[in-house]
């Protein structure tokens, strides 16, 4: 049974750097696309990143890009996200997903309904 569990968010200035995780107790990540999400208040959700199941793929929403890194832990079970120069935009509840049939090693699904499991969120809030 895949459970995803979030960690890592809290209270941070603009500027500032946060690296949320995102494990899975029950089974590894070794053949599942896995991607971050994340969901304003009074907006819906976007698309922050997604990583290949082969780990040689990296996929960005443009919002993030060049601020943002996503990788995959050395025991295949835990998906990182790295957050640098936050703003105060990037404020929201972020969610990992995981894709359990992606069509190839190296796709990164950007779209939620490519999705099969989802964590709970952890919150993210950046003051100016």
């Known amino acids: 049974q895949v459970q995803l569990v979030e960690s890592g968010g809290g209270l941070v200035q603009a500027g500032g750097s946060l690296r949320l995780s995102c494990t899975n107790s029950?089974?590894?990540?070794?053949?599942?696309?896995m991607g971050w999400f994340r969901q304003a208040p009074g907006k819906e959700r976007e698309f922050v990143a997604a990583i290949s199941w082969s780990g040689g793929s990296a996929y960005y929403s443009d919002s993030v890009k060049g601020r943002f890194t996503i990788s995959r832990g050395n025991a295949q079970n835990t998906v990182y996200l790295q957050m640098n120069s936050l703003k105060p935009e990037d404020t929201a509840v972020y969610y990992c997903a995981a894709d359990f049939t992606p069509s190839n090693s190296d796709y990164t699904p950007n779209q939620g309904h490519e999705y099969d499991s989802w964590g709970q969120g952890t919150h993210v809030t950046v003051s100016s």
């Open positions: 029950g089974r590894t990540f070794r053949r599942y696309a």
